[in-house]
């Protein structure tokens, strides 16, 4: 399975959480975009993560997870009762 991981580091301004967590949103957005804008169609798309950094801070950001694997941990979800079917 491939994976490509892009970060984006902000160093030495203070921002505060409400800051990080707009910022972290944004660039979740900007993220998708730039899936679409280099023209790469997923096939069953998971996005997993969030910009609350006092629940679980190591989720700061998000993941997308396509294909195969994508759809067994959607199912995971759905068996506890966090999966919402579009």
Known sequence: MARSEF?????GVDLTTEEQSLIA??????????LTAAGKRLTNPL???HANIKLRP?????WVIDGPFAEELGQKINDIGF????
Do not use: C, H, P, T
């Open 7 to 11: 970060r984006f580091v902000v160093d």
């Open 25 to 34: 949103s944004e660039i979740q957005k900007a993220g998708l975009n730039a």
């Open 47 to 49: 996005a997993v993560g």
């Open 58 to 62: 190591e989720w700061y950001g998000m």
């Open 83 to 86: 999966w919402m079917q579009r």
